[in-house]
């Protein structure tokens, strides 16, 4: 366990650390969220420090990927209380910078990622993936990691990164970790903080409803599989669909008929009260 994490604000002072270290031969493994840690966050950074020698992460709450500037300020902002989450974890390098350190001029990229960015969070986001994009551009031109490491509950954001690296040419791999989740099975997310008592009661029941519709798209098809998460959320109180799809793992392309095992996601979001949630189920 480590006594202590290191923090940086500016980039130049960061770079200068990251620099010696990889100068000696140390892999650097990279962690990037928008802060409000959980024991999902801190998995992340287990995995980084078993595989690399320097492990860095990153607070920043990111402007440029909420499309609701609503959703953007009630997003939790928990600095101190993540510091000491990142400390207990082992985390050796925290960098939170500001805004105009991460964004110094008005110029943002545009990306195309073709379908993968246009669908699911996509299509109900629009603005969100090209924000994501930019930000973790932005961060991996920084840290210059040699594996950066994502949760896979933001299934179509790791896919995107995954494409993102692509585009950069950069030789950064990119390590999908398995969604951590709460005793009742609500996959962990810093908006669960933001639910109260009785929402956070609806939304423990998503997993099992999912669980549920595999089964019934294994028995009697997608369109069923669809038609009974409809009817499962309508009888939830002060909750409301999104969209919940199944898709190919790989393409996200939406299937009318299941592929072989180990190739179909269920997707879903919702949301309860005003917060909104997303989850997914690989079979």
Partial sequence: ???????????????????????????????PTMGALHPGHVSLIEASRQECDL???????NPTQFN???????????PEKDAEVLK??????????????????????????GRLDKTLEGFYRPGHFNGMAQVVKRFFEIVVPDKAYFGSKDYQQ???????????????????CPIVRENDGLAMSS?????????????????????KARQV????????????????VARMKNTRLEYYEICDTETLEELGSLK????????????????????????
């Avoid at 492990?55 to 709450?61: A, K, L």
């Avoid at 805004?99 to 990306?111: D, G, H, N």
């Avoid at 896919?159 to 030789?171: D, E």
């Avoid at 908006?191 to 409803?209: C, T, V, Y």
Wanted: with cysteine; proline share 5%; net charge positive.
């Fill in 88 to 113: 207990k974890a082992g985390c050796d390098v925290l960098f939170m910078p500001g805004v105009t350190e991460i964004y110094p001029s008005e110029a943002k990229p545009v990306f195309d990622f």
């Fill in 260 to 283: 072989n095992s180990g190739k179909n996601i269920s997707l879903i979001a919702l949301f309860i009260g005003k917060i909104r949630l997303i989850d997914n189920l690989v079979f």
């Fill in 1 to 31: 366990m480590a006594s202590f994490v290191v923090i940086y604000t500016k980039i130049a002072e960061l770079q200068a650390l990251l620099n010696e270290k990889r100068n000696a031969g140390r892999s650097i493994g990279f962690v």
């Fill in 191 to 211: 908006r669960n903080m933001l639910l109260n008592p009785e929402e956070r009661k609806s939304a423990s029941a998503i997993p099992a409803i999912m669980q």
């Fill in 158 to 176: 790791m896919l995107i990164v995954k494409a993102l690296v692509v585009q950069m040419h950069a030789p950064i791999r990119i390590v999908s």
């Fill in 55 to 61: 492990t860095v992460c990153s607070i920043f709450v």
């Fill in 68 to 78: 609701d500037k609503a959703d953007l300020e009630r997003y939790p902002r928990t």
């Fill in 217 to 232: 798209a294994e028995q009697y098809g997608v369109v069923a599989a669809k038609q009974f998460i409809n009817g499962e």
